[in-house]
């Protein structure tokens, strides 16, 4: 079942920041990764207050490559500049099999 990050950040320092997502798409393929928005406009439709970070939304065929690209070695390193640049949080969403039911891993 694919697996999404979900991931938003305040970014303060814009220099950095870009050399980390120069380094982020290499990374991406070795695990089947693919970029479904990369800093593209959200619109606040309901709730305050408005979203003003940046958000990055990544697919992988399953939750385990998701980790295991989380987890490798080069992204981390990449990672390390992310986290020079901005602050945030990732999260992690397992979608459901055609039951229904939640992937019985989380």
């Known amino acids: 079942m694919p697996a999404y990050f979900i991931c938003t950040m305040t970014i303060h ?3 950095t920041y870009r050399k ?4 982020t798409p290499a990374t991406l393929a070795r695990f089947g990764g693919r970029f479904l928005t990369r800093g593209d406009a959200v619109e606040t439709i309901e709730g305050e207050p408005a979203f003003a970070e940046r958000m990055v939304l990544l697919e992988f065929p399953d939750r385990d490559r998701a980790l295991a690209w989380y987890h490798d070695a080069d992204y981390q390193s990449a990672a390390e500049l992310r986290r020079l640049a901005s602050t945030g949080r990732i999260l992690l969403q397992v979608s459901r099999d055609d039951t229904g039911s939640p992937d019985p891993k989380i």
């Open 13 to 15: 320092d814009p220099e």
């Open 20 to 23: 980390y997502t120069a380094l």
